[in-house]
């Protein structure tokens, strides 16, 4: 079963809302997830290392005051996204790591969330 | 920095034959992991096969199987006897230590024909 839950699955919003997706690691305790963004026909690119207890880590060009994430627990991150407009409609997906496994375990995706702006 | 490439952005294979999907990286690094990930039209990240850069031995998973040559920092995915549900993108995937992100390829749409 799933060991990372990601809600919601998909959200269609107006253009100047705020749009909050969680990401829970469900059976293991995640003290960093990573937050990724797909768009149409594109590949998978870091937007942000969360960690818990302390402040996001962002990549380059991504705005850190467009994109919150707060990591207040080990088994929740969320990404919220201020002020939405529609170039911020993508796919955003999250995955985290179970620190109790082996260096060459994989990480675990949530199964993503498709956000429309208007 | 590390770098993934993924040179062919589509592939197709007649149903029950063999193919080959193409992945270089680039990395200073000494050690490292190597993903292969199928994504669907879900689009679930679904792991396919994985490698240890230490390990010589090429990793095997029932019909996949992957030709890992270190020193030409190369990494394809071979599917055998391909199924259609095995359409699909692939990315090939780069990771340095234990909790850090991953690195992926641009992708290769692989389409199974009947």
């Known amino acids: 079963g799933a060991v990372v839950s990601q809600h919601p699955s998909w959200v269609i919003c107006k253009s100047g809302t705020s749009v909050k997706i969680e990401c829970r690691s469900l059976?293991?305790?995640?003290?960093?997830m990573f937050w990724y963004r797909q768009f149409p026909k594109q590949s998978l690119m870091l937007m942000a290392t969360?960690?818990?207890?302390?402040?996001?880590?962002?990549e380059q060009g991504v705005e850190k005051d467009k994109f919150l994430i707060n990591h207040a627990s080990l088994t929740l991150s969320t990404l919220t996204v201020t002020s939405a407009h529609p170039e911020d409609s993508s796919f955003y997906i999250c995955s985290a790591k179970n620190p109790g496994t082996g260096k060459n375990q994989p990480q675990h995706f949530g199964d993503g969330t498709r956000l429309s702006i208007l | 920095a590390q770098t993934v490439t993924q040179s062919q952005p589509e592939m197709s294979v007649q149903e029950a034959e063999t193919v080959t999907l193409s992945c270089t990286y680039d990395?200073?690094?000494?050690?490292?992991?190597l993903f292969w990930y199928k994504q669907p039209p879900s689009r679930q990240m679904i792991l396919v096969i994985r490698q240890e850069a230490y390990k010589q031995q090429n990793a095997t998973e029932n019909r996949f199987s992957v030709n890992f040559q270190k020193a030409a920092k190369s990494f394809s995915l071979k599917i055998s006897d391909s199924q259609l549900g095995d359409t699909a993108m692939y990315f090939c995937?780069?990771?340095?230590?234990?909790?850090?992100?991953?690195?992926f390829g641009k992708g290769t749409r692989l389409s199974v024909i009947a």
């Open positions: 059976d293991f305790q995640a003290t960093t």
């Open positions: 995937a780069f990771m340095t230590s234990g909790n850090t992100p991953l690195v």
């Open positions: 990395t200073s690094e000494n050690n490292y992991y």
């Open positions: 969360s960690n818990e207890g302390s402040k996001a880590t962002y």
